[in-house]
C-alpha cells in the first residue's frame, strides 16, 4: 500500500486546513484508512479513521467536532478536514492503512501500532 500526504502547512489559531491522502495498492477491498499526529515530544495518536466496508468513522476526543474524515473512492482519496484550529494541533500528521481489516475502527485507531502502511507524513503548524 502506498499513501501520499498533502495539505500541510501553517495557519493561525481558529483557521483550517484540509489534508489529502492518496492511496494505491491495496490488495483487499476491506482495509481501514486514517490520520495520525505526533507532536513534539509526544507518542503518535491516532486522529480519525473510516472504514472502507460502512465507512463506520472515530475521532479522538480532542478533534471531535472540528475535524471531518472523508473517504473519496473514486479518487482513492481520504481528507481531513481540519476547523477550528489550535496551537496544540500542531504536529506532523500521518496518512496510514490497515489492509484488509475494516471493522471496528473505533477499537483500531487508537493503536497506531496495528497499522502497517504508512505514508510520509505532513507538518501542520498552527500559530497562537
Known amino acids: 500500500v502506498h499513501l501520499v500526504e498533502s495539505g500541510g502547512g501553517l495557519v493561525q489559531a481558529g483557521g483550517s486546513l484540509r489534508l489529502s491522502c492518496a492511496a494505491s495498492?491495496?490488495?483487499?477491498?476491506?482495509?481501514?484508512i486514517g490520520w495520525f499526529r505526533q507532536a513534539p515530544g509526544k507518542e503518535r495518536e491516532g486522529i480519525s479513521c473510516?472504514?472502507?466496508?460502512?465507512?463506520?468513522?472515530y475521532y479522538a476526543d480532542s478533534v471531535k467536532g472540528r475535524f471531518s474524515i472523508a473517504k473519496d473512492n473514486a479518487k482513492n482519496t481520504v481528507y481531513l478536514q481540519m476547523n477550528g484550529l489550535k496551537p496544540e494541533d500542531t504536529g506532523i500528521y500521518y496518512c496510514?492503512?490497515?489492509?484488509?481489516?475494516?471493522?471496528?475502527?473505533?477499537?483500531?485507531?487508537?493503536?497506531?501500532?496495528?497499522?502497517?502502511?504508512w505514508g510520509q507524513g505532513t507538518q501542520v503548524t498552527v500559530s497562537s
Open positions: 496510514a492503512a490497515l489492509n484488509g481489516l475494516a471493522l471496528r475502527v473505533w477499537v483500531l485507531c487508537p493503536h497506531p501500532f496495528v497499522f502497517g502502511s
Open positions: 495498492g491495496f490488495t483487499d477491498d476491506n482495509y481501514a
Open positions: 473510516v472504514s472502507s466496508r460502512d465507512g463506520s468513522t
